[in-house]
């Protein structure tokens, strides 16, 4: 299937551990997109790359870190994990960064931190 | 800085009557606009954007920059339009200006 992928699919972890989420998509596409949506379903931009270059990081804390190893990666780095963490975060990806591009969506890891 | 107001958090309406979401902007220039969809158990996919004035699945939105909507409304709502409704603007003219700022959400619900 041609589609972005992201795992784990839930991921429950302490306070103050270090986690990671993957995203991939296969579908050739140059741009990819971290979205975190909280517990009222508010969907905000966290960063976005462009073939493996970051783009923008809309003020994101420091202890998020994406990590493009290629053009089909975009893994989430999450380090002293908090309380306010928990959310689902979507990954989704453009053909290119127009802003008429349709943006293609991951299915969402729902991150809980305890 | 641009701003995307979804009013309306919940929206139930029964089957075969006229629906209407409600979506307004704040932005000074002129965006792009979207609106997103997600089915139950589905990813959130894009149901139509202003610049194709398309209609996808009886859905049409159109832009008003007057009063700075971009309301999706379709004539008579079916069972399977109930989902979770979100609009988005792209803003222009920046670096990542393809980054979507989504408003709050509508859920609908379409009552048999």
């Known amino acids: 299937d041609t589609a972005v992928s992201q795992t784990p699919k839930y991921l429950v972890t302490q306070m103050g551990n270090d986690k990671s989420i993957k995203c991939e998509q296969n579908l050739g596409h140059d741009t990819m997109y971290w979205y975190k949506q909280d517990s009222k379903k508010f969907l905000k931009i966290m960063f976005s790359y462009n073939n493996k270059e970051l783009i923008i990081n809309e003020t994101v804390p420091n202890r998020f870190s994406p990590k493009s190893p290629d053009k089909a990666h975009l893994n989430l780095h999450i380090n002293s994990l908090e309380l306010g963490d928990s959310a689902v975060y979507f990954c989704?990806?453009?053909?290119?960064?127009?802003?008429?591009?349709?943006?293609?969506f991951g299915p969402g890891t729902r991150l809980t931190v305890l | 800085a641009q701003r995307v107001t979804q009013p309306e958090k919940l929206l139930s309406v029964f089957k075969g009557a006229p629906v209407e979401l409600k979506c307004n902007y704040s932005?000074?220039?002129?965006?792009?606009l979207f609106w997103y969809v997600q089915y139950s158990r589905q990813r959130l996919q894009l149901l139509l954007r202003h610049i194709s004035r398309e209609s996808i699945k009886g859905f049409t939105a159109d832009l008003n920059k007057g009063e700075t909507s971009f309301h999706l409304k379709k004539p008579f709502a079916q069972e399977e339009d109930s989902a979770m409704y979100y609009c988005a603007l792209s803003p222009p003219g920046e670096t990542g200006a393809n980054n979507l700022f989504f408003g709050t959400g509508t859920r609908l619900t379409v009552i048999p």
């Open positions: 932005y000074s220039g002129s965006p792009e």
């Open positions: 989704a990806s453009s053909q290119r960064l127009g802003r008429t591009d349709t943006q293609y």
